[in-house]
């Protein structure tokens, strides 16, 4: 398991790029060989009092989970998308049990006085931590509403602190930036969780079972002029005369990968975003809207 994880974030600093995009495609392989390297490391536990073994292969899978090369690639984000979603199991359950494992070893570890020779700057590993658990909410929305997200919030924070002294003087600055943003995407889901059940309360009567899930000011291509299509395949990229003469405002989508948007596959919705924008930014001129 370390030669594995070891060679793999080996890849990602020293490889070429397509090394680095092969990566995440074996991980995520059909016959599912990578699957169950993944799998057999987030089931592991601490043997013993051999705290080093099992932190220093954590740590490496999560710095290979969390490798810019990955996360930054859209050529291999489905395959990224895939091991996230793998990685968190079902309602982030997986996911969250690995990382408080992870903290409770290295408190553990603390308290026992037990040596870590091979896991480099222990400070890093509650860093790797919140960056891990920062994609996943990010990728999987639906995983930000396990009640066990917020104590392991404060598990990492807590680790953070113990071992600030041994860590680059940064870090922990950004590790309380990145909790911070795990805690605000929690607090937004849970909002927008009850906002939805005071809109079912308040509409009890009329009978209706849909439900938009857009907010209210957002827009969506439907038809309502010649070229307002949703597949950017088939719009015509010059204004026509009916867009031009239409009262209806057009879909802008955000920039921003927490907004909605009608199109769950990343690397569609990156297409989809900047082609309407682009488009819009050459045509419109200065009735250009705020996006972000």
């Given at each position: 398991?370390?030669?594995?994880?070891?060679?793999?974030?080996?890849?990602?600093?020293?490889?070429?790029?397509?090394?680095?995009?092969?990566?995440?495609?074996?991980?995520?392989?059909?016959?599912?060989?990578?699957?169950?390297?993944?799998?057999?490391?987030?089931?592991?536990?601490?043997?013993?009092?051999?705290?080093?073994?099992?932190?220093?292969?954590a740590h490496n899978f999560l710095l290979t989970l969390t490798h810019p090369s990955l996360l930054r690639c859209l050529a291999v984000d489905t395959h990224v998308g895939s091991l996230y979603n793998l990685?968190?199991?079902?309602?982030?359950?997986?996911?969250?049990?690995?990382?408080q494992r992870l903290c409770d070893a290295l408190m553990a570890a603390r308290r026992s006085g037990a040596s870590l020779n091979s896991t480099g700057d222990i400070g890093a590993i509650p860093l790797s931590a919140s960056l891990a658990l920062f994609e996943l909410l990010r990728r999987e929305r639906r995983m930000r509403l396990n009640e066990d997200i917020p104590a392991l919030v404060d598990s990492i924070q807590a680790t953070s602190d113990v071992f600030k002294n041994e860590a680059c003087s940064?870090?922990?600055?950004?590790?309380?930036?990145?909790?911070?943003?795990?805690?605000?995407?929690?607090?937004?889901?849970?909002?927008?969780?009850?906002?939805?059940?005071?809109?079912?309360n308040s509409n009890a009567d009329d009978g209706d079972d849909k439900i938009s899930f857009y907010p209210r000011d957002i827009v969506v291509p439907s038809n309502r002029f010649d070229n307002d299509k949703t597949d950017i395949a088939d719009m015509s990229i010059f204004p026509t005369r009916d867009e031009i003469m239409s009262d209806h405002k057009e879909f802008l989508p955000y920039t921003d990968p927490d907004q909605p948007h009608f199109l769950d596959d990343p690397v569609q919705r990156h297409v989809d975003t900047y082609f309407r924008l682009l488009r819009h930014d050459i045509f419109s001129g200065s009735k250009l809207r705020p996006i972000c």
């Amino acid at each position: 398991m370390r030669h594995l994880w070891e060679g793999a974030l080996r890849i990602l600093e020293e490889g070429d790029r397509d090394w680095r995009q092969q990566l995440p495609q074996d991980l995520n392989d059909d016959e599912g060989t990578g699957h169950r390297h993944i799998l057999t490391l987030l089931n592991t536990k601490v043997v013993g009092a051999d705290f080093d073994t099992f932190i220093n292969n954590a740590h490496n899978f999560l710095l290979t989970l969390t490798h810019p090369s990955l996360l930054r690639c859209l050529a291999v984000d489905t395959h990224v998308g895939s091991l996230y979603n793998l990685f968190g199991g079902s309602g982030g359950k997986r996911a969250v049990q690995f990382l408080q494992r992870l903290c409770d070893a290295l408190m553990a570890a603390r308290r026992s006085g037990a040596s870590l020779n091979s896991t480099g700057d222990i400070g890093a590993i509650p860093l790797s931590a919140s960056l891990a658990l920062f994609e996943l909410l990010r990728r999987e929305r639906r995983m930000r509403l396990n009640e066990d997200i917020p104590a392991l919030v404060d598990s990492i924070q807590a680790t953070s602190d113990v071992f600030k002294n041994e860590a680059c003087s940064d870090f922990a600055t950004r590790i309380s930036n990145r909790l911070n943003d795990v805690r605000a995407l929690v607090a937004r889901t849970q909002g927008l969780v009850s906002d939805d059940k005071m809109g079912d309360n308040s509409n009890a009567d009329d009978g209706d079972d849909k439900i938009s899930f857009y907010p209210r000011d957002i827009v969506v291509p439907s038809n309502r002029f010649d070229n307002d299509k949703t597949d950017i395949a088939d719009m015509s990229i010059f204004p026509t005369r009916d867009e031009i003469m239409s009262d209806h405002k057009e879909f802008l989508p955000y920039t921003d990968p927490d907004q909605p948007h009608f199109l769950d596959d990343p690397v569609q919705r990156h297409v989809d975003t900047y082609f309407r924008l682009l488009r819009h930014d050459i045509f419109s001129g200065s009735k250009l809207r705020p996006i972000c």
